[in-house]
């Protein structure tokens, strides 16, 4: 007998209503009676917990893909790098969905560099109503690749509004990616199959991810960093620092059949960028071999924790850097499979947590729409800062971010949002009590980074955007806690 077991903290779904009631008097009063002023979190409904047994002949996976390539002309990375000029590679999304357990379970990956706010709940929406379960059931992470869209549709209107700034995103196309996906959600469900048994390993990546904030002064401040590549000896000489160096992978089998495999590790995704050609990098390119290698087998890639940690150490920027570092990752992504040893199911457990993170104190909504409506500015003074009023709207209306985990068996798959410190991942990990816990991050990101509390009087480039209150650190722990439990 299969054990399934869902579990849900806070207001699920009832924050579809309540975004359009709070106002930021009663958004407040939420905090005020969830201890929010002192632990930035806020629980806005009691918990509630529902079990269920289910037969193990009833679990049953089918997987999807679909082309998220943008045409040329639109933008990337938020309109402020070069619009696409050609493809190098397609992007995908690709998922799948867990039956037999409850309402459907939905996991998705997207080659976008995000999607935040209203726009990542549109795509929960929309797996979920293909699926035929609802949102908080789907899990959407972007891997963040830099030369593809970063999709904020709040944002968009925003700029929209000014009439002279380029897109974040053409509504038309982010509509389309829509439509694809449910399409591609419906034709899959007429291809099931039994889930029987799960693997999981992990082997070290060698020389590519490292942290980009190790130079420092005495109090430790940040003098300067390493970007996705670096050709800063000096900088490139520097240690690695605090990285999670392992490359995970959980897969799900009917029998001896690999049905599919999400694979994970943690760093930004990036060999070079901003040339207008669009490519799913190095980590996109290690997933498409590994899918030509076992075409049956659906492979998602998900990007860890990176917010804090790049290639730099051990990336240039040449063109040539980009293979290299895909044959990295694809080499113990490759191992993992060839090690895995499937054991029966035994467990399935489902589980959220929604949370509502304070702002950055330093964030004004009318000093930040002074600088949009600018035209001394730049592109990218005018744009970005879109991105932080879109934020504290998005706060003002109630509109949680959704914290999940599926458990199979001892392995653990956790999906975060944003852009969250390595410091966050490694944490989890020690939560989940030893066992295999695998973490996805950018899901929705509209709070852009999420460094931990004591890096914010530190500064850098990560602490200049980060839209919250350093008191996130608390509500995240928290979070991670309560989801793994």
């Known amino acids: 007998m299969l054990n399934w077991e869902s579990r849900q903290t806070s207001i699920r779904p009832a924050w579809f209503n ?14 005020l009676a969830a201890g929010g002023s002192a632990a930035a979190f806020a629980l806005l409904a009691q918990s509630a917990r529902a079990d269920q047994s289910t037969d193990l002949g009833k679990l049953r996976l089918t997987s999807f893909r679909f082309n998220v390539t943008p045409p040329v002309g639109h933008s990337l990375c938020g309109g402020w790098i070069k619009p696409v000029v050609a493809t190098d590679d397609d992007l995908e999304a690709i998922g799948f969905v867990l039956q037999g357990c409850g309402d459907p379970i939905v996991i998705c990956a997207v080659d976008w560099t995000g999607l935040l706010n209203s726009a990542h709940v549109r795509w929960r929406q929309s797996l979920a109503q293909a699926a035929g379960t609802t949102p908080d059931r ?9 030369n593809a869209p970063f999709a904020c549709l709040d944002a968009q209107a925003i700029v929209a509004a000014e009439g002279d700034l380029p897109e974040i995103v053409n509504v038309a196309f982010f509509e389309e990616c829509l439509d694809r996906a449910k399409a591609a959600v419906t034709q899959s469900l007429n291809h099931f199959r039994p889930v029987t048994h799960v693997a999981w390993h992990q082997t070290k990546v060698q020389q590519v991810a490292s942290n980009r904030r190790v130079s420092r002064d005495e109090s430790g401040k940040v003098l300067a960093m390493r970007g996705s590549s670096c050709r800063d000896e000096t900088l490139r000489a520097l240690p690695e620092g605090l990285i999670d160096p392992w490359a995970k992978s959980i897969a799900f089998y009917d029998g001896e059949k690999r049905l599919a495999a999400c694979h994970y590790y943690a760093t930004h995704p990036m ?4 040339d207008g050609r669009v490519s799913s990098d190095f980590v996109g390119l290690a997933r498409k071999r590994l899918q030509a290698n076992e075409p049956d087998t659906c492979h998602l890639y998900f990007t860890g924790c990176a917010g804090n940690i790049t290639a730099g150490k051990y990336n240039n920027g040449s063109p040539e850097m980009r293979q290299v570092l895909a044959d990295r990752i694809h080499a113990p992504l490759l191992n993992n499979l060839q090690q ?14 929604d949370v509502l993170p304070l702002p950055n104190s330093a964030l004004s909504a009318e000093a930040i729409q002074r600088q949009i409506s600018d035209p001394s500015q730049s592109v990218v003074n005018r744009n970005r800062p879109a991105y932080q009023l879109a934020w504290l709207k998005r706060l003002q209306s109630g509109l949680p971010i959704t914290i999940s985990h599926l458990r199979i068996n001892g392995a653990g798959m956790l999906h975060l949002p944003a852009e ?8 989890a990990q020690e939560m989940f009590g030893g066992e295999f816990l695998a973490t996805a991050a950018y899901g929705d990101g509209g709070s852009w980074y999420i460094p931990v509390a004591s890096e914010y009087p530190n500064g850098g480039y990560e602490v200049s955007v980060a839209f919250s209150d350093p008191q996130i650190d608390k509500t995240l722990r928290e979070a991670i806690k309560r989801v793994t439990a």
């Open 340 to 353: 895995m040893r499937p054991v029966a199911v035994d467990r399935v457990a489902w589980s959220t947590v």
């Open 18 to 31: 309540l975004m359009n009631q709070l106002t930021r008097r009663n958004f407040n009063r939420s905090f």
């Open 138 to 146: 789907v899990a959407v992470q972007c891997v963040h690749q830099h």
């Open 420 to 427: 969250s410190f390595i410091e966050y991942q490694l944490a």
């Open 271 to 274: 060999s070079y960028y901003g």
